[in-house]
């Protein structure tokens, strides 16, 4: 199948870390050009560097940048577009949360779930839509959750923001598929970086490591099908499908990549 996605220009907002560096790594396997976007930009060069030693012909750009503030966003793209000449791909990566029960979790959470995952989406969607728009070409793919398809236990708000960003991309898709222009959303299964990679300072997993211990996960396991967990790799493929003109005719759709975890 041709993805055609070879020196296609790609935007990956969290590619440092877990999910989004498996992503970079599959669009750098397609030979894409790949900005970065990332609050973390030493973590950010860390993935890049692993991209250059891959050899595919892909150039990495990695832009310091916080998805939560539109300014910061809107200069990450037009940095990005005069490196790279234009945005055909856009990856709403950044996600953040923290399981607790509703009850038990400070507001200061939630806020920072609100504008991490519904705010950071909003921004950077917004960010790329005038340029795709003017070239009447672009696919946009975000990464949400199935949390956000069936609410998930000790995980509200952020349930609500992964709806959100699903609903908010079925309502820009019905407003620009006009355009040419395709968004789709991909809810990944569990995802838990080693112990021994190197994640950002930033990542999730700096504190949910601790909640999801061995024994966590083994029930987390039998959740899945496949009594396993996702590798981030299963992920990026999704996405790099969407993202491509074998995708041509999809759009406003939500993929669970969750080893049959849910089946909506
Ligand atoms: N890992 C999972 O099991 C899982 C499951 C379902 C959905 N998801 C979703 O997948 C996505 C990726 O998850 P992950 O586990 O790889 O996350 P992670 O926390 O490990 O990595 C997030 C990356 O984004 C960067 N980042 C954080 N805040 C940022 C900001 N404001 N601006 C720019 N960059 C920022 C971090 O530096 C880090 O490199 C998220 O949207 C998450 O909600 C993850």
Redesign the pocket.
Known sequence: MELGLKEKNVIV????????RSIVHAFAAEGSNITI????PS?GEVVAGEVSQMNTGSRVKVIA????DPEQVDEMVAKSVAEFGSVDVLVN?????IDRLFMEKPREEWEKEVK??LW?AINCIHGVLPSMIERQSGAIVS?????GRMGEYREAV?SAC?AGVIALSKAIARETGRYGLRLNMV???????GEDES???????NQMRDIFTEDVLERVKRGYLFRRLANGSEIANAVVFLSSDAASFITGQTLSVSGGYTMM
């Open positions: 907002t969290g590619g440092g870390s877990n999910i989004g976007a990332e609050l973390s973590q940048c916080d998805v939560t990566n950044v996600g953040w949360t991490v995952n950071g990464i949400s959750s199935d949390a952020y992964k809810c990944p299964g569990l995802v838990v970086p994640i950002s300072g930033e990542s999730m997993w």
